[in-house]
């Protein structure tokens, strides 16, 4: 499966420390795009910044919770891709980058450091929620909101997998 992502389209770099971000990494076995303290490299930008290139039939959606975030990944691999609300009234992706996010400018954020227990400082929260809230009316006013995520009636491509309980219990790790 293949993608791209424009580093050219509007966007905002952060890392989020959320349990949600961890516990997706850790459900497909893969820790490794998790930077020090856990944190998950995100470009915040816009649905058509994100194209699925080849491989769409590996396309796959999870789901945390029943109304967790949408959250792309390859079927083949466990790569993780990106999250999206779930529906594309709000277009927005948080494209998931590979450690240390090198190609999107700096580090903008760090949001939902929390978890971290005071090793991050909490920075540019309300800054990425603005931006992503701009980008978003932008989106809607070129209607440009599905993506590669979203059919035209706005339904996922993908129906997601919501985890079990148990499933979410244990990709929660040392998260909880």
């Not at 949600?20 to 915040?44: K, M, V, Y």
């Amino acid at each position: 499966m293949t993608w791209s992502l424009s580093n050219s389209a509007p966007g905002r770099h952060v890392v989020c420390y959320c349990a949600d971000c961890q516990s997706f990494a850790r459900h497909l076995g893969h820790t490794e795009i998790f930077a020090p303290h856990n944190g998950t490299h995100i470009w915040q930008t816009v649905p058509e910044a994100l194209q699925i290139t080849g491989g769409l039939e590996h396309l796959r959606a999870l789901r945390l919770s029943p109304k967790g975030l949408m959250r792309w990944y390859a079927g083949c691999c466990g790569t993780p891709i990106a999250n999206t609300l779930a529906k594309p009234t709000v277009p927005f992706v948080g494209a998931i980058l590979p450690a240390p996010g090198d190609g999107f400018g700096p580090v903008k954020g760090h949001v939902n450091t929390a978890i971290t227990r005071g090793a991050v400082k909490e920075r540019g929260l309300h800054a990425a929620g603005g931006t992503i809230l701009l980008r978003a009316v932008g989106a809607l006013l070129r209607q440009k909101t599905r993506g590669s995520f979203f059919d035209e009636a706005g339904q996922p491509v993908r129906d997601p997998q919501v985890l079990t309980v148990a499933e979410r219990t244990a990709a929660r790790g040392a998260t909880a």
